[in-house]
């Protein structure tokens, strides 16, 4: 059992940057694909970013294409870079642990779960 803990969401000022962490329980969490969601207010969890085993990504959505950036460590840390952030990308981030290698964009391609941070953008 993978037990991931999601940090660094606050409020911000739309422009500025925040970095979000994703850290395991597991010094064997670099066998796992690594994803993060996001789930606004009155909506459905949303695909955000993926970075796989061997530290490739998957196509960002769009919504968020240019402006973040995902990386890990290879011990127990994937982390989510976002910069140039905006009202719309307020929502409480999860990230989620795949055991394939590549991990996906569905919910369901994911086994374990954060229980996310907050990310509050607004002037």
């Known amino acids: 059992q993978v037990q991931l803990i999601e940090s660094g969401g606050e409020w911000v000022r739309p422009g500025d940057s925040l970095k979000l962490s994703c850290a395991a329980s597991?010094?064997?969490?670099?066998?796992?694909?690594v994803g993060w969601f996001r789930q606004a207010p009155g909506k459905e969890r949303e695909f955000v970013a993926a970075?796989?085993?061997?530290?490739?990504?998957t196509p960002f959505a769009d919504s968020v294409k240019g402006r973040f950036g995902i990386s890990r460590d290879y011990q127990n840390t994937v982390w989510l870079e976002m910069n140039s952030l905006e009202p719309e990308d307020t929502a409480v981030y999860y990230c989620a642990a795949s055991p394939s290698e590549n991990g996906g964009l569905n919910s369901y391609e994911y086994d374990y779960w954060g229980q996310g941070t907050q990310v509050t953008v607004s002037s």
């Open positions: 597991e010094r064997t969490f670099g066998v796992y694909a």
């Open positions: 970075i796989s085993r061997w530290g490739g990504t």
